[in-house]
């Protein structure tokens, strides 16, 4: 890469670094939640959990069929739960983004795909990632761009 | 705006781009000439093949507890499309067992050179059928039965079973790998994504070929195959068809023969041999990458259940969508972009031309995306990998201690800063891919521009149905 082009793109790298470090402000107050999610072969209903960062989550999971589990990726979350005794597990939604949960205890042939999300707002790591997504592909546009003789301002 | 003609500018590609000779290392040459190199590794891989259909037929139906599953797509998978199609393209296709039998059957041997021809009844494969339609339509029917066949052992078994039971076949009717080269599902896709890979095979020097007048590499020696995939080296300039069996190395006495190290993606810049066929395979392929997603990895039960055949009506309705989505959606609206894309530009070049080369700049997201896809469950369900080598007949083995190991999945909090960084790779380089191959097509750099921005709209909407289907 040239050195006029790495010039060109340098705004491109600080407009990235905004977009993944800016704080964007987003303040509800925190509330407990109740939430009931059935659990069947191969699905959770409902299948995408939506709460706000710092809610208390009070979530009673039911199976209605055969026996599950539920994991919730990175919040530690861990329960089975039997046909007809539902069981109840809390936790603090204290980190934003998507996440999946998923079944543990193996019930059937797509048990490995038995999904639900839950989405803790504001889901800024998507937010960031759509910003990124538009800054790299600014970036690449421009520095496909001839550049104007004599480089870009600066270089020459 | 201007009208311009079409021109194939070579000037602009990097296919003269730095290479590295690995077979300068005597080493290297030496076992790559070796008659044993390719049977060894496809014996090795016929060990676990055999393993994984004897599973997938007597083994548990727990799919997350049989070898048959757990080793066939999470293990192979990830490592063929993170690790073996990006870096070392068609490598698979070197060590597939697949094949073995037939052509062993037809060779009459396994490691030595048989003397005499092939035996086989020696047909002509249509002409009509000399693409990679089979393989696409093949990859389809695949595709629409995913959710059973990645979920089910006996299915997986059959299917393997059935693939070798084809090549057999066809090896009676047919000399060298028709298989492979026009009817194996996975091949098709293989060969399209090598394009991208780190490693090639090429001839030194086309003009020792061009004059040497025997063609060893495709007639063969008493030491050695003609060429098993039916290409003349000499003229090789991607790496779609070739499937690194290493024949030629074997048989060239001029040692013309070359495996390179070379730059991603320099055969996505290659115009000669662009055709629909494989511009197909590349909107199917991203189109089947961002299905995948929503239909495997999504929290949508409904489709699961279409998915799963749990009615006729309602797999059909998957199928059909699947279908329109895949075959005439994703292309159709390509077909729209290639057109904008004409316009912008103000080129003359006719629009199915335009069309098939501008799908190949696809192929750079498409294969991310795929690796995307494939570190939403990889890294998930890895762990079942360890209990299963333990006891991959879920029959209570514990053949090294590691039955228990529990189901836990790891780096869960990587996966999504993976798919990202992936997919914007992905993304920048399909970019820049277009806009060289739009280049290839205009007389100026600002023409070329003017045409990617549409292409450019197209990959940014794809990158950001990846995002929201992982991230949103």
């Known amino acids: 890469m040239t050195r006029a082009r790495l010039w060109l793109l340098l705004p491109f790298g600080a407009l990235a670094l905004v977009v993944l470090l800016v704080p964007l402000p987003f303040a509800p107050a925190p509330v407990t939640r109740e939430l009931t999610v059935v659990a069947r072969q191969f699905a959770f209903e409902p299948p995408v959990l939506r709460v706000n960062r710092g809610d208390r989550v009070r979530l009673t999971l039911e199976a209605s069929d055969v026996v599950h589990g539920l994991h919730v990726d990175e919040y530690g979350v861990d329960a089975r739960v039997e046909p007809g005794i539902a069981r109840r597990v809390e936790f603090v939604a204290d980190r934003a983004g998507k996440f999946r949960y998923r079944c543990s205890v193996s019930c059937g042939p797509l048990h490995p795909f038995m999904t639900g999300e839950l989405v803790v707002s504001p889901n800024l790591p998507f937010v960031r990632a759509v910003g990124l997504t538009l800054v790299v592909l600014a970036a690449t546009l421009v520095s496909l761009r001839r550049l104007p003789p004599g480089g870009a301002p600066g270089t020459t | ?472």
């Open chain 2, 1 to 472: 705006m201007s009208t311009q003609t079409p021109l194939q500018r070579e000037p602009h590609d990097r296919v003269g781009a730095a290479r590295i000779e690995l077979t300068r290392s005597r080493w290297l040459r030496a076992t790559l000439r070796s008659r044993a190199f390719q049977p060894a590794l496809m014996l090795v891989m016929l060990f676990f093949f055999v393993a994984a259909v004897l599973a997938g037929l007597v083994g548990t139906p727990a799919g997350n507890h049989n070898f048959a599953i757990v080793f066939v797509w999470i293990v192979w998978w990830a490592l063929l499309i993170v690790v073996m199609v990006p870096f070392f393209g068609r490598m698979w296709c070197t060590i597939c067992p697949i094949p073995g039998p037939g052509e062993w059957l037809q060779r009459r041997g396994v490691v030595r050179r048989t003397p005499g021809r092939l035996r086989s009844l020696g047909w002509r494969w249509p002409h009509r059928l000399r693409n990679i339609w089979l393989q696409n339509a093949g990859f389809l029917a695949l595709a629409l039965f995913s959710a059973i066949v990645l979920t089910r052992p006996d299915v997986t078994a059959w299917l393997l079973l059935g693939m070798v039971l084809l090549g057999v076949v066809l090896s009676v009717f047919y000399d060298n790998r028709v298989f492979c080269r026009y009817v194996c599902p996975v091949g098709g896709f293989i060969g399209l994504y090598s394009l991208t890979s780190t490693i090639e095979l090429r001839v030194k020097d086309t003009r020792v070929c061009m004059d040497h007048a025997t063609k060893d590499c495709v007639i063969g020696t008493p030491q050695s195959y003609g060429c098993p995939w039916m290409v003349f080296p000499g003229n090789l300039g991607r790496d779609a068809y070739c499937g690194l069996c290493t024949e030629c190395l074997k048989a060239c006495p001029k040692d013309n023969i070359a495996l390179n190290l070379r730059p991603f993606g320099a055969d996505l810049l290659v115009a000669k041999g662009r055709r629909l066929d494989e511009a197909y395979k590349a909107l199917i392929m991203l189109s089947c990458a961002l299905l995948y997603s929503a239909v495997l990895l999504g929290p949508w039960g409904w489709i699961k259940d279409w998915a799963n055949m749990a009615t006729f009506a309602g797999w059909t309705t998957y199928a059909a969508g699947f279908l329109a989505i895949a075959v005439l959606g994703v292309p159709g609206v390509f077909w729209l972009i290639a057109l904008a894309a004409r316009t912008a530009a103000g080129v003359a070049v006719p629009i199915r031309r335009l069309f098939v080369d501008l799908a190949y700049s696809l192929v750079p997201l498409g294969l991310t995306g795929w690796i995307a896809f494939t570190a939403g469950f990889v890294l998930v369900n890895g762990t079942y990998a360890v209990s299963v080598l333990s006891d991959p007949f879920g029959w209570g083995w514990d053949l090294f201690g590691t039955r228990s190991v529990p189901w836990r999945p790891i780096l869960t909090e990587v996966v999504t800063v993976t798919q990202v960084a992936l997919l914007l790779v992905g993304l920048a380089y399909s970019v820049v891919v277009a806009y060289r191959i739009a280049r290839q097509q205009t007389a100026s750099e600002a023409q070329a521009w003017r045409g990617t921005l549409p292409v450019s709209g197209f990959l940014c909407a794809v990158t950001l149905t990846f995002l929201w289907l992982y991230l949103g």
